[in-house]
């Protein structure tokens, strides 16, 4: 369900948050790429960004590199039509890891791609052979992160289709155009008694109940899954959600 923030006690940190933070350590000793990780007390904000450990996922089969630099992720840009849905607005904040200095990562590209509400993705011809939109381009785009590491997006909250737990794929560059380079793919994911509410809203109900929760999907229980599932907090008639990520540069 969708969570809304909430302060820490002013005594300090609570024990859930406390082991939430500890579980974040651990995660990122185990994957060796990022750390680092703060926090705040009494409701101030950490002086320094804040590095939060992701694990790698697979780029699955739907990946086009469309160079289609954009906010607003939900237009077809072939012809202007804008897919229908709950819109999620989404900011990306990204810092980088040198040594044990945490900083803003300014220039990175941060691509997005994604289903629209009946599980059908744009550029691509489905394998199972439901759909062939190969000229279409909905639901992808990128935007370069600012001088404080954020990349903000308009999409949709996904569909499903068979097989996969509702996810949004995503890919940050460091240089897009070099042979070398950092490259650092992933996957995000969401609460599922929250995607149970938004499903049964037009237009996703038309394609029926999801046959694979989070637990039974098999990329997001043996890549670290739950360490990658968005917070959202409702605004308006959809949802408001940031991602914090950070990547070793050295």
Request: hydrophobic share 35%; aromatic share 10%; proline share 5%.
């Amino acid at each position: 369900m969708a969570k809304r923030g909430r302060r820490p006690s002013p005594q300090g940190l609570s024990r859930r948050r406390l082991l939430r933070l500890a579980g974040m350590a651990a995660v990122a000793s185990h994957w060796g790429w990022a750390g680092g990780i703060t926090a705040s007390a009494g409701g101030a904000q950490a002086s320094a960004p804040t590095c939060v450990a992701r694990p790698r996922q697979t780029e699955g089969p739907y990946f086009v590199d469309a160079r289609l630099e954009r906010s607003d992720l939900r237009t077809d840009t072939t012809d202007g039509t804008r897919k229908p849905g709950v819109p999620v607005v989404l900011a990306f904040h990204v810092s980088r890891l040198d040594g044990e200095a945490c900083t803003p990562l300014p220039g990175a590209v941060v691509d997005l791609w994604q289903c629209d509400a009946l599980g059908v993705y744009s550029g691509v011809q489905d394998f199972a052979g439901r759909f062939d939109t190969r000229e279409q381009r909905f639901l992808r785009g990128y935007q370069v992160t600012d001088s404080r590491g954020m990349a903000r997006f308009t999409t949709l909250y996904p569909g499903w289709y068979s097989g996969r737990a509702v996810h949004i794929h995503f890919k940050i560059r460091t240089d897009p155009e070099a042979d070398r380079g950092l490259d650092f793919t992933s996957q995000l994911y969401f609460d599922d008694a929250l995607t149970d509410r938004v499903h049964q809203q037009a237009p996703y109900a038309e394609r029926g109940p999801r046959n694979v929760r989070n637990a039974r999907d098999d990329i997001y229980r043996r890549s670290g899954g739950d360490e990658l599932v968005l917070e959202l907090t409702e605004s308006g008639a959809g949802y408001t959600g940031a991602f914090r990520i950070a990547l070793k540069m050295s």
